[in-house]
């Protein structure tokens, strides 16, 4: 899988990612959880593109909020670094649906199972101890990523805002195509895009771009419940708008 996420000068996020982009069961349980989300179910996608995307905006959301001089919560409370909560962030993406193998129902538990039972070939170079500490805290950021787990972390609570932040039309579009038009599919298909910026009056500022007001339902359903059970409430705000002449997605529905 053509996994990448910006490491910079985190050399141990570059080791994660090379051994993630080289692992093939883990590259196989993706392809399989898409299989199980599209084919068998008609949902979106929950596979390589979706948790990309929902790496790369934990990734950003993580360094945006340490610029802004929050903590993340392996380095307060097992005295570890930075670099190593980018770790835990992104393979808290990478493998919050791998559960979509088994079934919809209880994936965040079955993804944090299986997560358990696979991550050490995807911590190269880590001693023992810091890949026990990461470990865990991968498998919380996974089972919390729902929001009816309060997550208890800062990373966890980061990992379930990005989730929900993959909610652009290009995600609806397989469901749609297929005949599903309903409010999800509809409104999803109304994000233009999703902003990840430095806030004004809080450290994050995720602003949302509509082409048609019924994506406000994408943000009140799907959003704003992972940002009040996150833990982060305080550092984060939101602010969706319909830009330019409002788009018409459907011309009439039948039931």
């Not at 195509?177 to 806030?199: F, M, Q, Y």
């Amino acid at each position: 899988m053509l996994f990448t996420v910006p490491c910079k000068q985190n050399e141990k996020l570059k080791n994660v990612v090379k051994a993630v982009q080289k692992n093939k069961q883990l590259n196989t349980l993706l392809r399989c959880a898409n299989i199980t989300a599209i084919d068998r179910m008609g949902y979106s996608d929950h596979g390589p593109v979706h948790v990309k995307i929902v790496a790369n905006m934990a990734l950003e959301m993580l360094r945006t909020l340490v610029k802004s001089g929050v903590t993340p919560s392996i380095v307060k409370d097992h005295k570890l670094d930075n670099d190593d909560a980018e770790v835990v962030v992104v393979l808290g993406a990478l493998l919050h649906d791998i559960g979509m193998v088994v079934h919809r129902k209880n994936h965040d538990m079955n993804s944090a199972m299986i997560t358990f039972n696979i991550i050490d070939e995807l911590l190269p170079g880590y001693d023992e101890e810091k890949r026990t500490i990461i470990k865990v805290e991968v498998v919380h950021c996974v089972f919390c990523h729902e929001d009816e787990i309060q997550p208890l972390t800062v990373e966890a609570g980061i990992v379930t805002i990005a989730d929900a932040l993959d909610m652009s039309e290009g995600r609806a579009r397989i469901p749609f195509d297929a005949g599903v038009v309903d409010i999800h599919s509809v409104s999803a298909l109304a994000i233009k895009n999703v902003n990840i910026e430095k806030g004004k009056k809080k450290p994050v500022h995720i602003r949302i771009e509509m082409s048609n007001s019924a994506g406000i339902f994408q943000i009140d359903n799907l959003l704003k419940p992972r940002v009040l059970t996150s833990g982060l409430r305080e550092y984060i705000d939101v602010s969706a708008e319909v830009s330019g002449q409002e788009k018409s997605i459907i011309q009439k529905i039948k039931l």
